[in-house]
């Protein structure tokens, strides 16, 4: 009886175990259109961001997930900004205000207006079960990321900010007959996809304390990876310690 009990758990847990390999591309911008003018000036995020996922089997449809994130800046003067926010992706960038007051002279009534240049990467790996075969399969993205900033500030401790941004890039994806050491120089099998992410962004961000800031972002995301495309709308909130 423990035998017939056992037989379905196990090819349960089995089955649980295979998985495809997914395109995880966070919806998250959270980067206003202002920038602090003194250099140096540090700050510290963490929050939750929304991510799209797009499954690489089109028999399976894409959703949103959400996931942690972190997230530092740094500016560096002449209204530049470096910044990085891990979530799924790891997402690195520089920004320039090329308009308005920085952040330490905005008053209310002020426009500004900033660009930002990026690079996201994401790996992935998994297993899966083909024709009774174990393999396994590993996932490398890597994107540019550009984006057009644009803000209002409504009083000195609320800012109004958008954004629009797109994102090309490709996705490669091996698969392996062994788990251990699956690389691109034993895999049996690769394939290459180009593919793009690009959408909208409105954020609302506003200070409790000079120190301590909130932001509540929502977006429109469209993904387009593995020849077919997906909308998705999100939320994403973040609390900010600037230093």
Avoid at 35 to 47: D, H, I, R, S, T
Avoid at 187 to 198: C, E, Q, S, T
Avoid at 202 to 212: D, G, K, R, Y
């Amino acid at each position: 009886m423990n035998k017939v009990i056992l037989i379905p758990v196990a090819l349960t847990v089995l089955a649980g175990c295979n998985s495809t390999p997914k395109a995880h591309n966070d919806m998250v911008r959270l980067s206003s259109s202002e920038v602090n003018e003194e250099a140096l000036k540090l700050e510290l995020a963490f929050g939750k961001a929304t991510t799209h996922v797009m499954p690489h089997k089109g028999s399976i449809d894409a959703e949103s997930e959400s996931k942690g994130l972190t997230s530092a800046k740094l500016s560096l003067g002449f209204g530049l900004e470096l910044d990085a926010t891990i979530a799924s992706d790891a997402n690195y960038g520089i920004k320039y205000q090329f308009y308005g007051k920085h952040r330490e002279h905005a008053q209310s009534g002020d426009w500004s207006h900033a660009v930002r240049f990026g690079y996201v990467k994401n790996n992935d790996n998994g297993s899966t079960g083909n024709q009774n075969t174990y393999r396994h399969w590993g996932l490398d993205k890597q994107l540019l990321d550009v984006s057009l900033i644009s803000g209002y500030r409504i009083s000195p401790q609320l800012l109004v900010y958008g954004s629009v941004f797109y994102q090309p890039g490709d996705i490669e994806i091996i698969y392996c007959e062994k788990r251990e050491g699956c690389n691109k120089d034993v895999a049996n099998k690769v394939l290459d996809y180009d593919g793009h992410n690009y959408g909208l962004s409105l954020a609302i961000e506003h200070a409790f304390t000079p120190s301590w800031y909130g932001t509540l972002e929502t977006i429109y995301h469209q993904s387009n990876w593995f020849d077919r495309s997906s909308n998705e709308m999100g939320i994403n909130v973040s609390l900010a310690y600037r230093f």
